[in-house]
Every structure is written in structure tokens, then in C-alpha cells.
């Protein structure tokens, strides 16, 4: 009886065959033994992130920041034989999920605008990139208009700072929800907080402190930039928003944190990430996306979403599903 393994292998066998006959054809006499000569040094790191595509008359280009590696001990409403199913199904192994970090430049045809700032250096070497893409999408720092921040968390706001605190971006203005900068300035909070959640307050006071001389605060959903305009999204952060970009009849709604893990949330909206500050808002405020995002197929983009990121919200049921984005640019 053939197995199906052997029956795998007849087939790439005969695969193999018709591909080297197809090769010996068209280049008369190439061997085999001459592609080991082509063989190079592994790099031993990945290539940077970067991936643009247009929005009616801008660019926008998701740029990878780095990873999490975010463990069941963070996650809300996190049920053991549900978690294994969804990571099975995901082809993950062990328990932990890993997640990017994406942040978005958006060129506006007159304005270079970041979409989020990354880390620097707050949470370890898996993270704190960014500089990297853009630089090989052909931007420098010195050259970003403005900044607009989704939520004041290290992984959105403290790629404003390098290392040494210094300035990363010279010549931007940034923008934060309203909200955001009351809850993260409240030494009452801060105070309550527990000891592990300082360290949030004080990067995020440092981040903003140091653009002070250019820094805009938003609310509502007025234009905040050129085709730009802020979507409240409450719950992961009191002041958490996303940015809607319309641009001549086509829109991409930047989402921030409104899910962090793809292979469970997508699932189960209900369930959340241990820095939500109010998990049952957050919930709701999911809910009430992923809801309007199936119904209106619009296309978004998640700071944690498969990178690059871009994608659409499917319905499976009562459930959704992440359906990533095609190849952006017809070459
Ligand atoms: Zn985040």
C-alpha cells in the first residue's frame, strides 16, 4: 500500500525531474554541481521590515519595529484547550505567541508622517528597529513632519527617544490623544499603580517632555493632518485612537492596539492583554470594530497584526478572522 509520504515524494521527485530537464533545456549543459558554487554566508539575522503600498494618493509603509513574545500569564479571559486549538491551528509552538511591533509612515505627497514611533531601547533587543526600515525606505529621522501616537505605551511612543533620552526625530511635531497625556501625567494613578507599571509613566512623561516645543494634543475626529483624521478607540489606553487616512476615495484605517494576538483575539474578541486598562472597554470597543470592519470591508492596519499588518477583519460566525492584504503594488 502506498503511504502518503511516498506517494509526497514520487511527486516532488517528478517535480524535480521536469524542473531540471526544463533548466538543462534552456541553459544547454548547466548542471547541478555548478548551484553549491552560488552558496553565500548566512546572514544570521532577517532582512529589515519595511513594506509600502498606496492609499489613493499617499504611500503608507509599515515599518517593523521588532517583536514580543507575549506569555499566557498576559493574557485576559485565556482558556487553556482554547489557547492550545488556536495555537495548533496557527502552527505555533509552545505557549507563548509572538507578535510584532509595526509602525506606519505615511507620505502624504507633502508631509512625512510617522504612524507610532517604536520603542528604542525600553523592552529589550528583540525591539527598538525602526530606524532600520525607514532608512531602507529612503526616509531619515530629520526628515518626519510629525508623529502621531496612538497610545502612549513603550512600544508606541518611546522610539521618540534614543537611547541616551536624546531627541530621535529633530524636526517633528507630535501629536497624543488628550486623554492619554492626562492618564500617564496623573500622579494619583501613577501612584496606585502597580510597582512593575512606573517605568510606563515615566517613559512616557520623558517621550513627551522632551517634544513639549512641538506637541499637539487631539480629540474628537477632526483632521489632525492632511487626509488624517483620529478615531476614538477607548480601553487598551483611556486616550487610545486610531487614525483614519482618506485619500482620494480610498481610505486605511491605522488601529493601533485594538488586538494584540492575531492567533487567539480574531477568535475570541473577548479576550484582552493584561495592559489593557480597562479590559471590558477594550473588549467592547474590539467588538464593536471588528462588527463595523466586516461589515464595511474596509482595509486596516494593526501595530500588532501579522506583519506588515495591513488586512481586513473576516465574520466566521459569531468570530472573525484576519484575511492579510495582497501584494501592494502592481510592478
Ligand atoms: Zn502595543
Avoid: C
Avoid at 525600553?122 to 513632519?145: F, K, M, S
Avoid at 517613559?203 to 476614538?232: H, M, N, W
Avoid at 480601553?235 to 488601529?255: K, M, Q, R, Y
Amino acid at each position: 500500500m502506498r503511504t502518503s509520504s511516498s506517494s509526497m515524494n514520487r511527486r516532488a521527485f517528478l517535480g524535480a525531474g521536469a524542473a531540471t530537464g526544463a533548466l538543462l533545456g534552456a541553459a544547454g549543459g548547466l548542471t547541478l554541481a555548478t548551484s553549491a558554487q552560488a552558496a553565500a554566508p548566512l546572514a544570521g539575522k532577517p532582512l529589515v521590515g519595511a513594506m509600502r503600498r498606496k492609499v489613493g494618493d499617499f504611500e503608507v509603509t509599515a515599518l517593523l519595529d521588532g517583536y514580543l513574545d507575549v506569555e499566557k500569564g498576559l493574557v485576559i479571559g485565556y482558556d487553556d484547550a482554547e489557547a492550545k486549538r488556536l495555537r495548533d491551528a496557527a502552527f505555533i509552538e509552545g505557549e507563548a505567541v509572538r507578535i510584532p511591533v509595526n509602525a506606519f509612515l505615511i507620505n502624504t505627497g507633502d508631509k512625512l508622517v510617522l504612524g507610532d514611533a517604536g520603542t528604542s531601547s525600553a523592552l529589550g533587543p528583540t525591539l527598538g528597529h525602526l530606524t532600520e526600515p525607514l532608512a531602507a525606505a529612503g526616509v531619515t529621522p530629520d526628515q518626519i513632519d510629525a508623529i502621531l501616537i496612538t497610545h502612549m505605551h513603550p512600544d508606541h511612543l518611546f522610539g521618540v527617544l534614543d537611547g541616551e533620552g536624546n531627541k530621535v526625530f529633530p524636526n517633528a511635531e507630535l501629536l497624543l490623544p488628550e486623554a492619554d497625556k492626562a492618564f500617564w501625567y496623573d500622579d494619583a494613578i501613577m501612584g496606585g499603580a502597580p510597582e512593575q507599571m512606573r517605568a510606563f509613566f515615566e517613559g512616557a512623561r520623558r517621550a513627551a517632555d522632551a517634544y513639549q516645543d512641538r506637541q499637539t494634543l487631539f480629540s474628537g475626529d477632526s483632521e489632525i493632518v492632511s487626509g488624517v483624521r483620529p478615531l476614538a478607540l477607548p480601553g487598551h489606553t483611556p486616550g487610545h485612537h486610531g487614525f483614519v487616512i482618506d485619500s482620494n476615495g480610498e481610505t486605511l484605517i491605522i488601529a493601533g492596539d485594538i488586538l494584540h494576538m492575531a492567533p487567539y483575539q480574531f477568535a475570541n474578541p473577548d479576550w484582552g492583554i493584561a495592559f489593557d486598562v480597562d479590559s471590558a472597554q477594550a473588549t467592547a470597543t474590539r467588538k464593536k470594530f471588528f462588527d463595523q470592519m466586516a461589515t464595511d470591508r474596509v482595509m486596516f492596519a494593526g501595530s500588532h497584526a501579522p506583519f506588515p499588518g495591513f488586512g481586513y477583519v473576516g465574520r466566521e460566525g459569531n468570530a472573525y478572522r484576519f484575511v492579510a492584504a495582497d501584494w501592494p503594488y502592481s510592478l
